[in-house]
């Protein structure tokens, strides 16, 4: 994560760890008055016993600092955003993530663990002092509002499409959680009567399991696209069978949006996220045409716009939420 031009570092600020984890990678920064450093990725810890995802976090922020100059010790706080959903145990936070848990859809999902759930919080907050865990699409919704396309907004939402779909939410001025952190999850509802697409969740047929990422290369390689990448540029060919195929991933997100929209009565929503940012300019109006002009009483005035952070936005979603 580099440094965007448009976020000042106060010369006073204290280091802060940023951690974002994703059903693909897991990325960690350190940043203070200096700006942001000591970038890290890797692929998100899937082996091993449940604490394994948590001892990869504590490990991978050592390293951030050390490659920074900043000891540990001195982190005033870490901030983890991450892909849920989110269940508390003993008031703390573990991931029932479908692309990380394998234990939830069962063998038939293809990860290589029986985790029911990931541990997370509590083993951070044995290791770190001062720890924020939040809901990856709360993180980049957070970052949106304070630098990126949502200043200002007080009825708005946070889309990302990428290894999964995740939302999220704010209405009123008021960032919506939910009893266990899980509001915005849009991802894992039905708009569709598709039987054929096992989410991660055990659902079958739901927004994630027909249009993430890794969705899209598990339901569409027997037909020769083995990505979502080779998809859309087939698509973008002009290839009719893959556009054909793109217009209905784009029916069901619209559909998504849509209901979050007349739901929560926004204003606008930016979206992110892997699959959308490399084709927003081709997929942002398919998706909106699906949206705009329905029911207009609760559409009209919506704004569907990117995300203001751009591709970079996961990489501040963190930081929005521990820096003062």
Known sequence: MSAAPFITFPSHMAPVACVDIGGTKVAVSVADAQGVRGKLAEPTATVGDRGALAAQIIRMVAQSCASAGVAVADLSAVGVVSCGPFVMANGLIELAAPNI??????????????????????????????????????????????????????????????????????VDGHILRGKNGNAGHAGHSFVSDNADALCGCGNVGDVE????????????????????????????????????????????????????????????????????????????????????????????????????????????????????
Not at 117 to 144: H, K
Not at 210 to 231: E, K, S, V
Not at 237 to 250: I, K, N, S, T, W
Not at 264 to 272: E, H, I, K, T, Y
Request: a neutral charge; proline letters at 4%; hydrophobic letters at 50%.
């Open 101 to 170: 848990c394998g234990g939830i859809a069962g063998k038939a999902r293809g990860l290589p663990n029986d985790w029911p759930t990931a541990y997370l919080e509590a083993p951070l907050r044995a290791a770190f002092a001062n720890v924020r865990v939040e809901n990856d699409g709360v993180g980049a919704l957070e970052a949106e509002r304070r630098w990126g396309a949502l200043q200002g907004m007080d009825h708005c939402a946070y889309v990302t499409w990428s290894t999964g779909i995740g939302m999220g939410v704010c």
């Open 209 to 324: 399991g027909l249009i993430a990422g890794n969705a899209i290369a598990r339901r569409f390689a027997p037909q020769g696209y083995a990505d979502a990448a080779a998809l859309l540029a087939a698509a973008r060919a002009g290839q009719p069978d893959a556009l054909a195929l793109v217009d209905e991933l784009c029916r069901v997100m619209g559909r998504a949006i849509y209901n979050m929209v007349v739901t929560l009565d926004l204003q606008r929503v930016s979206m992110g996220g892997s699959v959308f940012w490399h084709h927003r300019d081709f997929l942002l109006p398919k998706v909106a045409a699906h949206v705009q002009g329905k029911l207009t009483a609760l559409t009209d005035g919506l704004d569907l716009v990117p995300a203001g952070l751009g591709n970079a936005v996961g990489d501040y979603a963190a930081l929005a939420l521990v820096m003062a």
